[in-house]
């Protein structure tokens, strides 16, 4: 039997994803796919059993890949105890990084959303990044609720709440040919504005 190696999971994996790109998931073959890449459906296989295994590979390097910075940054912050602002301030640059600027996230997301309703992809993706990262951050604020810097809220809902925040700003790119790169500082003006109205609907009231 031939060596599996990392090289060769990552050559399969990318040409999925262009594969997904070009013709969707459900019309992607693992026929195809070997045809693509050279080589036998059994190998294929050896590394990716089923076709749903690659699908959840494909998600997790370019669609939520940049979901475990922006956790890490989160279990960062709750570790070192920081303000909720500049908690969330940090998580929140890290979470539109991507989002804002990377063309392929992007590209898989329609792919992805474009597949929902007639395959596990959508639940895949939510599954790969979007409940873990929702989780830290419900685990953020249920810190600031128990520290006083809140008021007492639904920690799941209030994190929910703060992502609408985020991606409201910046969705309309998933659905254009080619938005325009989005610097740092209009990434940091973006985050800023969903932070500050989040602050002022969780307030402590008088």
């Given at each position: 039997m031939r060596v599996m190696t990392d090289e060769r999971r990552d050559a399969i994996v990318e040409a999925a994803a262009k594969?997904?790109?070009?013709?969707?998931v459900e019309a992607a073959s693992m026929s195809e796919l070997s045809k693509r890449l050279g080589g036998s459906k059994s190998t294929l296989y050896r590394y990716f059993?089923?076709?749903e295994e690659l699908v959840s590979a494909v998600v997790r390097r370019?669609?939520?890949?940049?979901?475990?910075?922006?956790?890490?940054?989160?279990?960062?912050?709750?570790?070192?105890?920081?303000?909720l602002k500049e908690s969330l301030l940090r998580f929140g640059d890290q979470a539109l990084k991507v989002?804002?600027?990377?063309?392929?996230?992007?590209?898989?997301?329609?792919?992805?959303?474009?597949?929902?309703g007639q395959s596990r992809v959508g639940?895949?993706?939510?599954?790969?990044?979007?409940?873990q990262m929702?989780?830290?951050?419900?685990?953020?604020?249920?810190?600031?609720?128990?520290r006083g810097e809140i008021r007492r809220v639904d920690p799941a809902v209030a994190a929910s709440q703060f992502m609408a925040l985020l991606n409201a700003q910046v969705s309309s790119r998933v659905y254009q040919m080619a938005p325009p790169p989005m610097k740092a500082a209009e990434r940091r003006e973006l985050v800023v504005g969903a932070v500050d109205f989040f602050l002022r609907a969780v307030a402590k009231t008088a």
């Open positions: 594969l997904f790109e070009e013709v969707g059993p089923a076709k370019f669609a939520t890949g940049h979901m475990a910075d922006a956790v890490a940054e989160l279990e960062a912050s709750i570790e070192v105890e920081r303000a989002v804002a600027n990377d063309s392929r996230a992007r590209s898989i997301h329609r792919v992805i959303v474009a597949a929902a639940e895949l993706f939510c599954e790969a990044g979007p409940v929702l989780a830290k951050l419900a685990q953020l604020v249920a810190v600031s609720v128990s």
